[in-house]
Structure formats: C-alpha cells, structure tokens
C-alpha cells in the first residue's frame, strides 16, 4: 500500500489556507448564530470547501483540486451517521493515482451556557416551509434583548459517554479498521459572549483558542473513560486532549490537521482502491456512515 508522496511546501500552505478559512466561516456563523443546529454548521462548511473546486497550481510542476460531494445526513431518515464527514487525498503524478488516505469527522459542536439551540427534528423535514412561518402564541419581538454565553465550562451535549453512537463509533472502528475523528465546532475565543439584537459587524479577531478542532475518537474515550454513562465533556476538559503536542495523540486546528497531519500520513488510514469493502461501504451506499464528502486531490504534472 503506497503512502503519500512528499508533498512541496506550497501544498500544504494551499490546503491550510482553504481549511483555514472554512474553519473562520464556521465560527463567524456561530457568531451571527449561536443556536444554529450542528448539521447546519456541517454544511458551512461544505459550501466554503466547494468554493475551491477548481484546480489551482499552487508551485510549478503541482496542482490542487478540492472536490465536494453531499449526500445529506442519515438524520433525513431519522437515525445518525458514524461520521458526517468524509475526507479522502489523493495523490498524482500525471493520470496516474499514485496514493489515496481517508479520514472520518463526527461533528459535535459547543452548546452555550445560556440559551438554548435550535435542534433539529424528523418532524422540520416533515413539515417543510411550513416550520419558518410565524406563530402567534410563541412569536417574539426581533428586538427582545437576549444573550449566548460559551465559557471554559460549557458542554458539548449531543456527545455523550456509553451512549448509541459513542458505542457504535469505537466498534466501527474495530470492525472496518478506519480512524474515526470528532470534529469540534467552537466559537472562535472562549470566553465568549454574543448579544442580540446584534448591532454592528462580526469581527472575530485574530487567531483565537476556539475554532474548529479534531480528536482522535481513541483520544477523546481515553479522556473520558473515568466519566460515567451519559456524560458530556465541557471545552475545558477537551481542551486539555487537543492542546497537545502534534507529535501526540491530541487534537489539532481543522487546518492543521488536515495539512499537516493528514497530507503526511500521520494521521487517517491509506487504502488501495474505492472498491474494497471498507472503503466502498463507506462511500458508495446511500446507507453508508456518513453526509458529506471532501476529496483533495494533489497532482504532480509535466509541462
């Protein structure tokens, strides 16, 4: 099985680049909407990785193309995915692939300390257009004074230890042999408060301790293996997992992780071609684990 070639220092710039900026739009949605639900957030982030489908030479010699491809969530079908995500590399030298790698994202995103968030349900794709219009009984003024407060101590409550998913998750992994990630939306800074009305631009800041992070499903049942069933770890205790060092088993930026971990085989799981069984259950069934799919295609070319 080959591993992925060296890549020039101009590949990874490019691909940290695109991740980083889809990582900023995630939390500048956060930003202008704290409540929003984790599939929404799922899709901004797809839609900002689509923006660089086509390919872009990055050095001479070396091209990038970023391919998007959505299926929609198993929770369209009243269930859940292993995964939301699927992220995919491969590498060329002319027509050839010379490489291919994988890695798989659950989301679970930071819910505020106060305020709650707008979940969603099987019954708003049941119900359709008709869940946006306004009802007397529960409709409030636009201008009603309101607040979202994320701090060092807030949750990540649709994560929850020995639960369905938490299970199903370590048992795919033992089963078909792939590494799954959880995917960690945050505001961009904790500590953090968003006030509504809003009055004025969002304005992040420069780089902050939030944003998009990813740990290692592993990681993350190692950190919390002293918690009881149910339980939901806060920022501050997965923090202390995604802080470490990258040479660690921790968790890391989006875009870092995905340049420069994943483009260089240190993290995420090699494969030789879509038709084997793992790879193709994963990626070719409409019941497969997971909504979305991000390729990185890297190619090497002459002339």
């Keep these: 099985m080959n591993t992925l070639p060296a890549f020039p220092p101009a590949v990874h710039r490019y691909v940290a680049s695109a991740f980083g900026r889809a990582n900023r739009r995630v939390c500048?949605?956060?930003?202008?909407t704290p409540n929003c639900s984790e599939p929404s957030l799922d899709m901004t982030l797809?839609?900002?990785?689509?923006?660089y489908g086509g390919p872009q030479v990055v050095?001479?010699?070396?091209?990038v193309r970023i391919d998007i491809h959505y299926l929609g969530g198993l929770r369209h079908f009243r269930t859940w995915e292993?995964?939301?995500?699927?992220?995919l590399v491969f590498a060329k030298q002319g027509a050839s692939v010379v490489a291919k790698k994988t890695a798989l994202l659950q989301s679970k995103r930071l819910y505020p300390n106060t305020g709650g968030i707008a979940e969603e349900s099987p019954e708003d794709y049941q119900i359709g257009f008709g869940g946006l219009l306004p009802r007397a009984a529960s409709s409030r003024s636009l201008a009603l004074s309101h607040k979202f407060d994320f701090t060092?101590?807030?949750k990540y409550k649709a994560l929850r230890v020995g639960d369905d998913q938490y299970q199903a998750i370590a048992n795919y992994e033992d089963h078909h042999k792939l590494d799954v990630h959880y995917l960690l939306y945050n505001p961009w800074s904790i500590d953090v408060s968003y006030s509504f009305p809003r009055r004025?631009?969002?304005?992040?800041?420069?780089?902050?301790?939030?944003?998009c992070q990813v740990i290692p499903a592993a990681s993350l049942r190692a950190a919390m293996s002293s918690k009881p069933n149910g339980y939901s770890p806060s920022f501050a205790e997965l923090s202390l997992t995604s802080n470490l060092d990258l040479?660690?088993?921790?968790?890391?930026?989006?875009?870092?992780f995905v340049s420069s971990l994943l483009l260089k085989c240190k993290q995420g799981n090699?494969?030789?071609?879509?038709?084997?069984?793992?790879?193709?259950?994963?990626?070719?069934?409409?019941?497969?684990?997971?909504?979305?799919?991000?390729?990185?295609?890297v190619e090497q070319f002459t002339g």
Aim: aromatic share 6%; hydrophobic share 45%; proline share 4%.
């Design 200 to 211: 004025g631009k969002v304005a992040l800041g420069p780089r902050a301790n939030g944003g």
């Design 59 to 63: 050095a001479p010699g070396w091209a």
């Design 247 to 256: 040479r660690g088993s921790g968790g890391w930026r989006l875009e870092k």
């Design 46 to 51: 797809v839609e900002q990785m689509s923006q």
């Design 152 to 154: 060092n101590k807030s």
């Design 270 to 297: 090699l494969f030789e071609s879509l038709d084997q069984e793992n790879i193709f259950a994963l990626f070719n069934r409409r019941s497969g684990p997971i909504a979305a799919a991000v390729a990185v295609t």
């Design 82 to 87: 292993v995964a939301d995500i699927g992220l």
């Design 28 to 32: 500048e949605k956060i930003a202008r």
